[in-house]
């Protein structure tokens, strides 16, 4: 039998061999050359710790093989994704956003990005960004792993819920501590309903509480101060509405769109609730209402049709709202607020704010998916010339919303694939004026 250190040394070598052929695989547009570095540097760096470690100390030997393991693992995740799996072209927009504020300060910059991989889980609540909590030592960069449902790979519309997830990955990211003071002075203190655990509490055990959410809570012997520690995470609650937040100014009403599609299609009464998550409803009626206040609705349209499928869009959204102040958790003001703050700091971080678009850009977008073309940023010149023009992706996922509210099954289908190859053709147009590499 190897000695334990003789062993962990062998399994560097096999994690190495591993390294090595993984590459054989295409993970992405841009390549695996990034993630092959970091592994590779991880890997030099606790074999190198491995040797230098005396063979009688156990302590250090059981921390290097909780890091060969952790390696191992995510070096066996990625390779099993395959850019066959997923959305590439709209995976490529959303890295654009993470390499901005998913950024942390490291030796080598103020501002290193992370690397992203990408990969494909079954079931539709697999929306996932997986974050490195801490950058493991030796590394040089978190690697995020954002994770699709298999199912709706070209499901593009849904694809935007994975701004919520941003959110998340922010955690540990050099912008952590400025979006938690955000959160905290602007929306929660004061707050009649999540100013502290104690105060949620009392707002879950109202006797005003809908007639229909008081059956779900757990009694608890008429203490309720007891609901967060036991059965839920107040923490976790306030992040999941942060998350909904960072959805919503990064990506705009393709998100709200998205997440109610599959917030009430896994919690269709809307008061369905986890230890990690609130009343599902209480979060949509918070998304809707930072829209209005953000004044999405308002669109100047010319043409009659073009205002009359957005206010169909827009109608359709807001009968998800429930009509009971119960279930508001936040003034208008806070609202308000947070979102002031939210997009101000996104604005110094481009393309991660999301701005509403001109009614000439989203008309345009319609016209061209009533007539089955991918909506791609396309417009005839005063000279009657063909011009292409940049447009921003998250206007081509709002207007497949708003044509594809109404429609039945096959025709969101079609919708969304015609929405995926325009990102994905509007990519190239960038490309080809030299706005984008
Ligand atoms: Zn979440």
Redesign the pocket.
């Known amino acids: 039998m190897r000695i334990c250190k003789e062993f962990l040394l062998l399994e560097c070598k096999s994690v190495r061999a591993v390294l090595q052929e993984t590459l054989r695989f295409e993970y992405g547009a841009g390549g695996s050359r990034d993630f092959f570095d970091e592994c590779e540097i991880r890997l030099s760096f606790i074999k190198q710790e491995l040797q230098n470690t005396a063979d009688d100390d156990h302590k250090r030997l059981q921390h290097y093989a909780i890091l060969i393991n952790a390696l191992s693992d995510l070096i066996a995740r990625i390779e099993r994704s395959s850019i066959g799996e997923y959305s590439w072209p709209f995976v490529d927009e959303v890295k654009r956003i993470a390499a901005v504020i998913c950024t942390e300060n490291t030796l080598a910059s103020p501002t290193t990005p992370p690397t992203v991989h990408v990969l494909s889980g079954g079931g539709l609540d697999k929306y996932e960004i997986n974050v490195e909590q801490k950058k493991p030592f030796g590394g040089k960069r978190r690697i995020l792993t954002i994770v699709f449902p298999r199912s709706l790979k070209h499901f593009v519309l849904l694809h935007p819920v994975l701004g ?2 941003l ?2 990955a922010i955690r540990g990211s050099q912008f952590e501590a400025l979006l938690d003071k955000i959160i905290r002075e602007k929306l929660l203190q004061g707050s009649a309903k999540f100013g502290d655990p104690t105060i949620t509490a009392a707002w879950l055990y109202d006797q005003n509480a809908p007639a229909d959410f008081k059956p779900l809570l757990p009694a608890l012997g008429g203490n309720a101060n007891q609901f967060f520690g036991y059965y839920a995470d107040w923490q ?1 609650w306030v ?2 509405i942060t ?2 937040l960072i959805g919503l100014v990064t990506f705009g009403p393709s998100f709200a769109a998205a997440l109610c599609q599959l917030l009430y299609t896994l919690a269709p009464t809307g008061n369905e609730y986890s230890p ?2 609130p009343p599902a409803a209480c979060r949509v009626n918070l998304i809707l209402s930072a829209m209005r206040i953000l004044g999405y609705e308002q669109i100047a349209f010319e043409n009659p049709a073009h205002l009359t499928a957005t206010q169909n869009f827009w109608n359709k959204l807001k009968s998800h709202q429930k009509n009971e102040q119960w279930y508001e958790l936040f003034t208008d003001k806070q609202i308000q607020d947070t979102l002031d703050n939210l997009r101000a700091w996104l604005s110094s971080h481009p393309p991660a704010k999301y701005d509403a678009p001109t009614p000439n850009t989203l008309g345009n977008l319609l016209d061209l998916l009533a007539k089955q073309i991918p909506p791609i940023g396309f417009e005839v010149d005063a000279q009657g010339e063909p011009e292409c023009v940049d447009v921003d992706f998250r206007h081509i996922l709002y207007a497949g919303w708003i044509a594809s509210h109404a429609s039945s099954n096959e025709e969101f289908v079609r919708v969304n694939r015609l929405c995926e190859h325009a990102i994905m053709q509007q990519r190239a147009i960038s490309i080809f004026k030299g706005t984008t590499t």
Request: proline share 0%; net charge negative; charged share 35%.
């Open positions: 919520h997830e959110g998340h976790s992040d999941e998350c909904d990690y998550h």
